[in-house]
């Protein structure tokens, strides 16, 4: 009974090619946020969708572009792959009444070569 | 500019002795905390929190303290357990802000 889940967990591809994760959540939570963690560990923002609505987009490069189908999903579609875009990528999400405590997915950890 | 840090990266200890993880913060915003521990090859997962209107949160082995004129929280594990062993990540929120900010984690490592 996977809360939130992740595919693909690894993913290796050249630059310039474009890929896409998909995230699921059947916790029924409102909000669901995609985070980049690169190789400094360090978990940084990138979306934050509620009800399917975009209400968070954190500077980060239009390459990204994040499809919310319905509040369950978020999936996340990287165009033109760059070598930076290498990283762990996490999905997450929170009760819309929740004060702040996130669930995240396993992970999926894009290689770009 | 970052607003949640925790200055070290890396704690190791020795089992049944207490673990002291730090993390402070800059934004006065900020008014709910949260701890976070993440094994490897997984997502990260909630332990404890804090509101600003508290100092203290206490939940079996963790404890979280809050110093709000500080800007600091901390995190204290006792006794330490081997299967602490994990990176912990400091997390900050503001009401209605809709995220949360994330801390660069600590690897705490227990030792038996």
């Known amino acids: 009974d996977t809360a939130v889940s992740q595919t693909p967990k690894y993913l290796v591809t050249q630059m310039g090619n474009d890929k896409s994760i998909k995230c699921e959540q059947n916790?029924?939570?409102?909000?669901m946020y995609w985070y980049k963690q690169d190789s400094k560990k360090f978990l940084k923002i990138m979306f934050s969708?509620?009800?399917?609505?975009?209400?968070i987009n954190e500077t980060v490069p239009n390459r990204f572009s994040p499809k919310s189908p319905d509040k369950a999903h978020l999936n996340l579609h990287i165009n033109s792959l760059e070598l930076g875009d290498s990283a762990v990528y996490f999905c997450?999400?929170?009760?819309?009444?929740?004060?702040?405590?996130?669930?995240f997915g396993p992970g999926t950890r894009l290689t770009v070569l | 500019d970052q607003q949640v840090k925790q200055n070290s990266p890396s704690l190791s200890v020795q089992e049944g002795r207490i673990s002291i993880l730090n993390c402070d913060y800059t934004n006065s915003m900020f008014d709910y905390f949260l701890w976070y521990k993440k094994y490897p090859a997984e997502g990260p997962t909630f332990l404890i929190s804090i509101s600003s209107i508290k100092d203290k949160n206490e939940d079996g082995r963790f404890t979280v303290f809050l110093n709000k004129s500080a800007k600091h929280l901390s995190l204290h594990i006792v006794p330490s357990q081997p299967g602490d062993s994990a990176v912990y990540f400091c997390?900050?929120?503001?009401?209605?802000?809709?995220?949360?900010?994330f801390g660069d984690g600590t690897t705490l490592t227990v030792k038996p």
């Open positions: 916790l029924g939570h409102d909000t």
């Open positions: 969708y509620n009800n399917k609505e975009l209400i």
């Open positions: 997450a999400s929170k009760s819309v009444e929740s004060t702040d405590t996130q669930y």
């Open positions: 997390a900050a929120s503001h009401t209605n802000a809709g995220k949360s900010t």
